[in-house]
């Protein structure tokens, strides 16, 4: 808040330590060791709002009002420092209890989606901080985000009366979009920027040839907006699974799921659509195969091929999503720690 005036340490790495010295001891210092000091002649320029309040209006304040003026907005700037840095750890657990999930590294595919039900039970004032919050991530800064386009995304979270997809645009590319579960802060492809909000609605559907790519640095839920679909990915130890008869059920009791082995893979794993040349080995199989060749062995008509989300990790595709797992990274009986994906419609 600009009110708690500038701090003297930010995230660590950027320190100011001559912050609460003021200018004249400064002087006096820099005089007894004889260091030579330059004046900026800008800093004496009215145009400047900064000047005009400590030429003009803080000695004002000081000879009419209270000569202790600016120990007393010192105090106040430190005791909101104190009390903004609380609201921030109150702000980001709230965050991420309405998280479902965060791609914030992907720059082709930037967004933050919480749940509608969990966002709508908090007080108006976290789930303005929340909103900010996800801006911030997206983003990077707050600029030209305003308390009216912060209040219409709000506005928008509560229309949940239908599976209509609904929408507002807000300054620099960033949309916020409403469907019945799920509130979703993302970054749009495009680079046309709105100066406002504009409310926008449609029917919630999949894209004719969707094209997707998320990084999931984590375990956790990733909700994927293309095909209105949630991937999760959890881990657990392995005596925590259901015992499988034989090879062929590693992959899951439903096609929907997979089980993986944990030391053979690392984080962070994309999903995304399928591209051309794709290969890999699938479960119970010794060779390599092409996408193509497996989708044709398996008839899978060309319109649905696009809609099997990809899993990837270090450039190996680990699990066709709803067919099949790559046999090199099934769980044995050696495996410790199992991670397992689940696709789930949204």
């Not at 909101?80 to 609201?87: A, G, N, T």
Request: glycine share 4%.
């Amino acid at each position: 808040l600009g009110i708690s005036g500038i701090p003297p340490v930010r995230d660590t790495t950027i320190i100011r330590p001559l912050i609460q010295t003021n200018r004249s001891e400064i002087i006096k210092f820099l005089d007894i060791k004889g260091i030579p000091w330059v004046k900026d002649a800008s800093n004496n320029d009215r145009q400047f709002l900064r000047n005009r309040i400590r030429l003009d209006l803080i000695p004002l304040l000081k000879k009419s009002y209270n000569p202790e003026i600016i120990d007393s907005l010192n105090r106040m700037a430190s005791v909101l420092r104190c009390e903004e840095d609380w609201i921030e750890s109150i702000t980001t657990q709230m965050y991420n209890q309405c998280l479902i999930s965060e791609n914030i590294l992907c720059e082709n595919s930037q967004s933050v989606v919480f749940s509608v039900q969990k966002f709508c039970m908090m007080h108006i004032a976290a789930k303005r901080r929340i909103l900010r919050k996800a801006v911030l991530q997206i983003k990077g800064d707050l600029k030209r985000i305003q308390l009216s386009h912060i209040d219409d995304a709000i506005d928008l979270s509560n229309r949940q009366e239908s599976t209509v997809i609904k929408g507002i645009d807000l300054p620099d590319g960033i949309r916020v979009e409403l469907n019945h579960f799920h509130l979703t802060v993302l970054k749009k492809t495009n680079d046309k920027k709105s100066a406002g909000s504009k409310i926008t609605a449609g029917k919630t559907s999949i894209t004719d040839d969707p094209v997707f790519t998320y990084q999931i640095k984590k375990p956790g839920t990733l909700f994927i907006r293309e095909i209105n679909a949630l991937l999760k990915i959890s881990l657990y130890p392995r005596h925590c699974l259901p015992n499988f008869p034989d090879v062929k059920n590693f992959a899951g009791i439903k096609n929907t799921e997979a089980y993986f082995d944990m030391d053979l893979i690392s984080f962070p794993v994309i999903i995304r659509t399928p591209v051309a040349g794709d290969r890999f080995i699938p479960l119970g199989i010794t060779g390599v195969q092409k996408l193509k060749k497996f989708f044709i062995d398996h008839k899978v008509p060309k319109s649905e091929r696009k809609l099997c989300p990809v899993l990837v990790s270090e450039n190996s595709i680990l699990w066709i999503a709803g067919h099949r797992m790559a046999d090199p990274f099934k769980i044995s009986p050696s495996t410790e720690t199992v991670l397992k994906a689940e696709l789930l419609l949204a």
